[in-house]
């Protein structure tokens, strides 16, 4: 009972690297979300994918993109990484009935941009 | 523009007593709420919800309470144990296949 899994759970990148975070969900949700975690700003949302082949942006989508490759799997790229894009980025998925279930989110993946 | 505030970035309670953690947000669109309880190195874990029909909704130890006209919410937690310190962060949405928005948590702190 894996719920959901992301990797890698740490990693440091140079300005201007680019990279692919990996998210997978083993609990059959349609919804899955991709958020960042920033001292004092709480947790602001990147992407969320409401259904397999939709993408939609949320709160700063700015310098990443998508893909929601299946219906388990959404993964973040950024293409070329910034200092401002250190963080701890969750992803998280849900049920339609999110009153009930609420969200359900990954363990984070922190991410240095040197 | 921040929808929803948590406007205490931290609390202490001493064990045994009530621990109040405060939300106000501006969209009034939102209709549902719930509460995340986060550790650190983990991932956020939902704690309780409630829809606007409601003021109020009970699991245990943690009650929400919501004041629509004041835009308002509340966690009250009776009583507080060492194992609740963690970072407690509300969330709003507008129907429940909406996208959560969450305020800046605030940091609870329960001493023995």
């Known amino acids: 009972n894996a719920g959901v899994t992301q990797t890698p759970k740490f990693q440091v990148l140079k300005t201007g690297q680019s990279m692919t975070l990996q998210c997978a969900q083993d609990?059959?949700?349609?919804?899955m979300y991709w958020y960042r975690q920033d001292p004092g700003m709480g947790l602001r949302l990147i992407y969320y994918s409401a259904s397999e082949g939709t993408t939609d942006k949320g709160e700063v989508p700015n310098g990443y993109n998508v893909s929601r490759l299946n219906k388990r799997e959404f993964s973040l790229r950024l293409e070329s990484a910034a200092p401002s894009q250190t963080s701890v980025y969750f992803c998280?998925?849900?049920?339609?009935?999110?009153?009930?279930?609420?969200?359900?989110f990954g363990s984070g993946t922190r991410l240095t941009v040197v | 523009d921040q929808q929803v505030k948590q406007n205490s970035p931290s609390l202490s309670v001493q064990e045994g007593r009530i621990s109040i953690l405060n939300c106000d947000y501006t969209n009034s669109m939102f209709d549902y709420f719930l509460w995340y309880k986060k550790y650190p190195a983990e991932g956020p874990t939902f704690l309780i919800s409630?829809?606007?029909?409601?003021d109020k909704n009970e699991d245990g130890r943690f009650t929400v309470f919501l004041n629509k006209s004041a835009k308002h919410l509340s966690l009250h937690i009776v009583p507080s144990q060492p194992g609740d310190s963690a970072v407690y962060f509300c969330?709003?949405?507008?129907?429940?296949?909406?996208?959560?928005?969450f305020g800046q948590g605030t940091e609870l702190s329960v001493k023995p």
């Open positions: 409630i829809s606007s029909i409601k």
């Open positions: 998280a998925s849900s049920k339609n009935r999110v009153l009930n279930y609420g969200y359900t």
């Open positions: 969330a709003a949405m507008h129907n429940q296949g909406g996208k959560l928005i």
């Open positions: 609990m059959n949700h349609n919804s």
